[in-house]
Each structure stands twice: as structure tokens, then as C-alpha cells.
């Protein structure tokens, strides 16, 4: 139980809740066990007074009636105390599922985006969803169950060892077997149930996919070969999942088996116990109902422990992220304002997983409210160079500087607050196109999202739908065209009112006079905004104040458009080919 240790913080921050639980477990127990005592000694009255004619028949009726009274209430009061104690403990874990949740949710909003790289949706998805799921079970039922049984245990044994310590001892013998076959079974179950987790999440994974890739399944017809490997994957985890449970169908056998043995030498050794005089009928039908009692109880061992271990397999797997360290540290809380100003000084960077030199000692200035295009061909590290100033990625060398100050001494959050950055691959959200441009500034106005989709040339297709800004979009957008959802995401990224705004071949999927607007707007509106362009298109490029020109992460041009112009070079052959 190391990866369970994790939770010790949640029972301290709950632990008033779960000490009274457990004090009303111990309460409830105490009054459950009211009854056997009651019915063995009513039958013990019974005995006398058939066997030996000593009670007379008035004060028989009198002590059975007052039996008959106590073991009602006391089962009253042991279904209240009951009640109360899942009200308590089954609570508890609820609201620790829901801490867990929210920590989990916030480690995954803390990672770096290499993380997300490195793993897929689904099984993020999974170990929040079915692994907290498999935890909350531990937490709650397992340890209510747990806490129940030990006191039943404890309090039972020990009044029969009080009672007839002989008959005690010939009952408990079957109890270290099952111990020992327990232990030897959940050692299967730990390492089945992580197996099975594991597999869930590639289950989940390739589902996940699937539905989001729905659209290249169908224009490429391959849907039966998708349902041919999810049919194989989901008949993989089928005989996992069957691995785990026959092992798991093992213990209620065993336990009902065992419990009977319990049941025949009770009966045995106390029946001659009782010929020889030794005990009376009542304690031998006491006795049967304590065993008949613990059946349940010892039969919750074995599910106890199946969810302790597959709770521990399923607690692993989370603390595998929950102790996973960003790749890039804030370091800084300054509240310093970010201005625009930006230099690359001998900036390189290496993609860590491929080794692949995506900058290469790279240098450069962009003043403040000033403009610059980035071109090259594809490889050449444009969106790198723009992932390196939203610090999306740390530089393997040299440093970058905003308005002179080291990036790694700028609080991360107010640095990405001062960027607006419209990547190549655009995400929309499904919910509304209001909500979606809102995403930029939460509080943002009605008139402001509208002024932000006028800069973005986006009123005109609004107003074709029939709830216009109320339209609810599908998962991604699927239900707009590229241009339109490019389009919504500068005017999420204009409704922001960044200092920087970053378009990452953000204009691509529109023609060329919807770019010229476009561009038009963002210069008019964005006088003291530092403006960064990765483009191939001259005609976006030529309009910025400077011009830098990549080829596989190095620099090889840097000027306005008429100084690259007469260079001769890439820029220069790149504005012939487009001309003509």
C-alpha cells in the first residue's frame, strides 16, 4: 500500500469526519451484537422451563417480551448508527474523489506541452476518470467495510472467548487458512488490475481518436478496418478483464466453504460440549448466529483487498503525473509589465525526444509596436522560434529578452497574458462562437466580441447563421470552413488586447483580399502592439517592418522588404514566384 500513502494527506483534512465514522461503526457494531446474546439466552429460558420446569410460565412470557423489545430497538439503533456511518465515511470519500480530481485537473493545466506530447488524451482521460473512480472505492466502501469488520472481529471473539474459549478455538481455525489463501490471491489481483488499467487506457486512447478522427475515417472509407482493431482491442480487454475476475470468483467459494466448516465444527464440537453438560443450548445457537454473523464480514476480506489492490494499481498510475515536474519552471512572481521589446541572443534549441536542431544560434531585435514576418520553407523552425517566445519551450542556449529582462525572470502567466498567439493548428471549443472569441477576455462585452469579429473580417459569416453568435459550434468547429475558424481565432486573440500578437500562418485558409482587410484592421488597431507574422505569402510579409528569413533553424536573411529586395536571395526568388 506505498502508491495509498499519497491519501494520507486527504484523511488528515477529513479526519474529524472519519473519527466520529468510525466512532459510530464501533457503536453500531456493539448494538448489532445485542441480538445473538438475547436470542441465546431466550432460548436458554425456554430450555429451563421445558427441560426443568423452573420459571414459571408468567415470568417466561415477561423475559421473552422484554428480549423480543431489546433486540427491535437494538436493531433500530444499529440501523440508524448504520446509516449515519455510510453517511460519513462513503461522504468523505466523495469528497476526497472530488480533491483528487481537482489536483489531478491542476497538475495536467501545469505541465509543459511536451508532457502532452508524450501522452495521449486518452489515457489522461482515464486516469482521471477510472483510476479516481477505482481509488474513491478504496477510500470509502473498503475502509468502511474494513473498520466494520475489524470491530465485529474484535468485539465477537472476544465475548466468545469469554464465553466458551474451547468451542471458540475449534471455530477460528479455518480463519488463518483463508488469511494465507487472501494474501496469495490479491498478490495476483495487484498485478492483474494494473494490467487491466493499463489496457483501459489504450482502449480509451484509441476510442478517443476515433471519434475525433471520425471525419478521415469516412473520406478515406476505412471504418471497417477501424471497428476490425477496436473489435480486437476491446476482445483483448475482454480476456484481461476475465484474467482478473476468475481469479476474483475465487473468494466468495472459499469463503462460503469455510464459513460451513466453522458451521459444522460449532455444531459438532458444541453439541457434545452441550451432552457433556458443559455449555448450554443457548450459547450453541449463539455461537451459529456469531458464525453465521462473521460470514459476510470475512467474505468482505477478499473483496476488501481485490479493491485495496486495484486501488493501489490505479493510485500508481496517478502519482506517475502527480510527481511528473514542468519541463518549464516559473520561477518568477514579478509583476513587472511586459512593453513588446524582444532579442534573441544566440538562441538554440533542440528538440529533446528527436535530438532534431530546430534553431540554430539564432539573433535578432523586434523593438516595441513594431512588426516582423518570418518565412522559410516547412522545417525550417518558424513555429518553433514563435513556441520559444510564448515559453512554450526553454532555449537549450543562448537567452531571449523581453524588454531586456531574461524570459526565465518573467512571471510565465503574465508573460503569456501579454501574448496573443494564434497557432497553425486552429482550436475551437464546443460551445457558441460568442463564448469561443470570449475565450480571449472571459469578461469581454458583447460589443467588444463584435468589434473583435469585425478586425477578424467575421461579421459577414455571423449573420449567415441563424443564431449568430448564439450558434453552437461542433466538437473543433467541424461545422465551419477552415477560413472561418482561423478567422475566430485572431478574434480571440484581438479581443485579448495583447502586447504581442503572434500569427502563426494564421491566414492561410483565407483568400487574399479577406487577408488584406484583415491585416489592415490588426495595423490600424494595433498601434503599440508588437506584431509577429509566420507567413509564406509576400504579400503579408512585405508589409511588416522587417523581414527574417529562416533555412533549417538558422538565420539567413534579416531586413525590411526593399533591403531583401535587392539581396537576391530567398526573400528576393520567393517574390518573383508569387508575382508571376
Not at 176 to 185: D, M, Q, T
Request: with cysteine; hydrophobic share 45%; proline share 2%.
Amino acid at each position: 500500500m506505498i502508491e495509498l500513502r499519497y491519501l494520507n494527506k486527504y484523511f488528515l483534512k477529513y479526519k474529524t469526519k472519519i473519527i466520529i465514522g468510525i466512532f459510530i461503526t464501533i457503536i453500531a457494531r456493539v448494538f448489532a451484537l445485542v441480538v445473538p446474546n438475547l436470542i441465546g439466552d431466550s432460548i436458554t429460558i425456554l430450555e429451563n422451563y421445558i427441560i426443568a420446569s423452573s420459571l414459571e410460565i408468567k415470568i417466561v412470557k415477561e423475559k421473552l417480551l422484554n428480549n423480543i423489545l431489546i433486540i427491535v430497538g437494538s436493531a433500530i439503533i444499529a440501523g440508524v448508527f448504520t446509516f449515519i456511518m455510510r453517511q460519513m465515511l462513503i461522504n468523505v470519500s466523495r469528497f476526497i474523489e472530488f480533491d483528487i480530481k481537482n489536483e489531478i485537473y491542476k497538475k495536467y493545466q501545469s505541465l509543459s506541452f511536451d508532457f502532452y506530447k508524450n501522452n495521449r488524451t486518452g489515457d489522461l482521460m482515464n486516469r482521471i476518470s477510472e483510476d479516481v473512480s477505482k481509488v474513491r472505492m478504496y477510500i470509502g466502501p473498503a475502509i468502511m467495510y474494513a473498520i466494520n469488520t475489524s470491530t465485529l472481529f474484535v468485539i465477537v471473539i472476544t465475548y466468545m472467548f469469554s464465553v466458551a474459549p474451547k468451542l471458540t478455538m475449534y471455530t477460528l481455525i479455518p480463519l488463518p487458512i483463508l488469511s494465507f489463501i487472501i494474501y496469495k490471491i490479491s498478490v495476483l489481483i495487484h498485478l492483474k488490475s494494473k494490467i487491466v488499467q493499463e489496457f483501459l487506457s489504450k482502449l480509451t486512447t484509441y476510442t478517443q481518436e476515433s471519434f475525433s478522427g471520425v471525419k478521415i475515417i469516412k473520406t478515406y472509407t476505412v471504418e471497417k478496418n477501424i471497428n476490425n482493431q477496436l473489435e480486437k482491442l476491446a476482445e483483448s480487454s475482454k480476456e484481461k478483464n476475465m484474467s482478473l475476475v476468475k481469479i476474483q470468483a475465487w473468494f466468495f467459494p472459499l469463503m462460503i466453504l469455510l464459513i460451513g466448516i466453522s458451521n459444522i465444527l460449532v455444531v459438532f464440537v458444541g453439541g457434545r460440549q452441550y451432552m457433556n453438560n458443559e455449555i448450554e443450548l443457548g450459547v450453541l445457537a449463539e455461537f451459529i448466529i456469531y458464525v453465521n454473523m462473521l460470514t459476510w464480514p470475512v467474505a468482505t476480506v477478499g473483496w476488501i483487498t481485490s479493491i485495496v489492490q486495484q486501488a493501489e494499481a490505479s493510485q500508481k498510475r496517478i502519482n506517475e503525473f502527480l510527481k511528473t515536474n514542468s519541463s518549464i519552471a516559473n520561477l518568477s512572481k514579478s509583476n513587472k509589465k511586459i512593453e513588446g521589446k524582444i532579442d534573441f541572443k544566440n538562441v538554440s534549441f533542440t528538440y529533446p525526444e528527436t535530438k532534431i536542431i530546430a534553431s540554430n544560434n539564432i539573433s535578432f531585435e523586434i523593438k516595441k509596436g513594431k512588426s516582423i514576418a518570418i518565412m522559410g520553407d516547412v522545417g525550417s523552425g518558424k513555429t518553433t522560434l514563435l513556441e520559444l517566445i510564448c515559453r512554450v519551450y526553454d532555449p537549450s542556449k543562448g537567452e531571449i529578452l523581453f524588454d531586456n529582462i531574461n524570459i526565465n525572470k518573467i512571471d510565465i502567466k503574465k508573460l503569456r497574458k501579454s501574448i496573443g498567439y494564434v497557432p497553425q493548428s486552429t482550436f475551437l471549443f464546443s460551445n457558441t462562437i460568442k463564448r469561443n472569441i470570449q475565450f480571449g477576455n472571459y469578461n469581454a462585452s458583447i460589443n467588444e466580441v463584435k468589434n473583435a469579429a469585425k478586425n477578424a473580417c467575421l461579421i459577414k459569416d455571423i449573420n449567415t447563421f441563424k443564431n449568430k453568435y448564439e450558434t453552437l459550434l461542433g466538437e473543433r468547429g467541424v461545422n465551419l470552413s477552415g477560413g472561418q475558424k482561423q478567422r475566430i481565432a485572431i478574434a480571440r486573440a484581438l479581443i485579448k488586447k495583447p502586447k504581442i500578437l503572434i500569427l502563426d500562418d494564421s491566414l492561410s485558409a483565407v483568400d487574399t483580399e479577406t487577408e488584406e482587410k484583415i491585416l489592415s484592421n490588426i495595423n490600424k488597431i494595433s498601434k503599440g502592439i508588437t506584431l509577429i507574422i509566420a507567413t509564406h505569402r509576400i504579400s503579408s510579409a512585405k508589409k511588416c517592418d522587417k523581414i527574417l528569413i529562416l533555412e533549417k533553424g538558422k538565420v539567413i536573411e534579416f531586413g525590411s522588404h526593399k533591403e531583401l529586395v535587392k539581396n537576391n536571395g530567398y526573400y528576393s526568388k520567393a517574390v518573383l514566384k508569387q508575382s508571376t
